[in-house]
C-alpha cells in the first residue's frame, strides 16, 4: 500500500470504528497478531530508531503513562549528539521530538518539539501528547533528523499521518474515553487515546 492508500485507510469509517474499541484495526505484517505481538513489535522499532545516525531514543512511554489505557506509546527522539540537551547544577532540559505510534494499526503522528526538564533524584514533567501539538514539518534545525526518521518509518512499514488526516472528523456516533481530546472527535483522537 502507498502513502494515499495509508492515509485514506487512517480515515475510513470501518477502520475507524474498530479503533475506538481499541481493537488491532489494520491486521498486517506485526499488527495481524494480538496486543503482546504489537507491544514486543513497537519494543523493535524502539531499538531501530534508537540506532539512527542522528537521533536517539531519551526517553518511551509503553507503560500507559502509569495508569489506565493509552492506545498508543510515545518515543521522544532528541539529537544524538547531546546539542538539544542543556545541563545545568540543578536540572537537565532536553528538547526532544515526541513521536506517538498507534498500538492498533501501522500509524504515527509527530509532534512539535517539547522540553522534559529532570532534577538529579530523576523526577520532572513533560507534556503530553495531544492534536494541536502536531508538527507540521519542517522544523527549523531537525531537517536531516526528520529525514532519516521518515526513511526508517517508511522501512518499518509505519505511516506518519498528516495534520489534515488527523484533523478529519470522525462519527458523532462514535465515543471515545480520551483524556487528550474533546467531542467531537477527530482521527487523531481514534488511533492517539488515552484514559486515566
Sequence with gaps: MGDDDQLALARDPATIAKAVRDEIAVPTG??????????????????????????????SVFDSYGSGYASFVELCLTKRDGSAREVSADSTTTTYLPLTISRLAPFAALHDLDNRTTRPDGTGGRGLPHLEAVATPPIPGWQEELRQLHQALTHLNITLLDLPTLSTPIAPAHTLQTNLGDHPYRVYDAWFHWMD
Design 30 to 59: 506485526a499488527y495481524s497478531g494480538d496486543h503482546t505481538t504489537v507491544n514486543n513489535f513497537l519494543k523493535y522499532v524502539q531499538a531501530e530508531l534508537n540506532r539512527l545516525p542522528l537521533l536517539t531514543v531519551d526517553h
